[in-house]
């Protein structure tokens, strides 16, 4: 079933629907907008993003397909962004779903407030230069605070994905060195020995294990955000 018929029948079905049943049948939709909208305001709006690339870099860095697993990775992912974000997430837990969800407030004043908490995280985290560059191209004078959502979102988007790189790259640098190191020692050994791949992996792994590389990768996230990094 495609996304309009979906929403032909929910409209029907609410359309059908008494004044009794419009309650439930209003939370029924948001409930479905949530499951739909969600998984892109976490990748755009929140620390996912950055979290889950440079988890996969590392993962790229190792050289395996599988180790982590996907799961594993974007669990990961969610488990450190909600550590970072633990105070906007508890504000909006607090100020806005329960509120909703008990019809205390409207949904124009839940977005309202949502959008406004989101604002003050992600101010907090844009960077200066790239905000400068997309908010010249709208000709927004206002600081990242008061500008347009949808422009601080994009600026943030794009520092994020900058900030992302820039330390997937430097993550991805000492295993290319183990690579090249493993490939010379086994190289002068002779073309009738292993591949080189064979070896790679476990010496990648030991390097990673014994410098404490989740440690140290927890903590750089972590710093990245609570640290004003």
Not at 103 to 121: D, H, M, N, V
Request: hydrophobic share 60%.
């Amino acid at each position: 079933m495609t996304a309009w018929a979906c929403g032909q029948w929910v409209w029907a079905v609410v359309g059908q629907a008494g004044p009794a049943q419009d309650a439930a049948a209003g939370r029924w939709i948001l409930s479905l907008l949530a499951v739909v909208v969600l998984p892109a305001l976490l990748a755009v709006m929140t620390a996912f993003a950055r979290v889950v690339i440079i988890l996969y870099f590392v993962r790229a860095g190792l050289g395996s397909q599988v180790l982590p697993p996907n799961f594993v990775v974007v669990g990961l992912a969610l488990v450190l962004t909600w550590y970072v974000m633990g105070p906007t997430v508890a504000d909006l837990g607090a100020q806005v779903a329960s509120p909703l969800w008990d019809q205390k407030i409207t949904a124009a004043e839940a977005a309202s407030r949502t959008q406004e908490k989101l604002r003050g995280f992600m101010a907090a985290h844009v960077g200066a230069q790239d905000f400068e560059i997309l908010a010249r191209a709208r000709a927004v004078k206002e600081q990242p605070a008061r500008a347009p959502f949808e422009v601080l979102t994009a600026a943030y988007a794009l520092s994020e994905l900058r900030v992302a790189f820039l330390a997937g790259l430097l993550i991805y640098l000492p295993f290319l060195v183990v690579d090249v190191l493993v490939y010379v020692v086994v190289g002068a050994l002779g073309p009738a020995t292993f591949s080189p791949q064979v070896f790679a992996l476990p010496a990648k792994v030991l390097f990673f294990v014994m410098a404490d590389g989740w440690r140290l990768l927890f903590d750089a996230i972590v710093r990245g955000y609570l640290g004003g990094g």
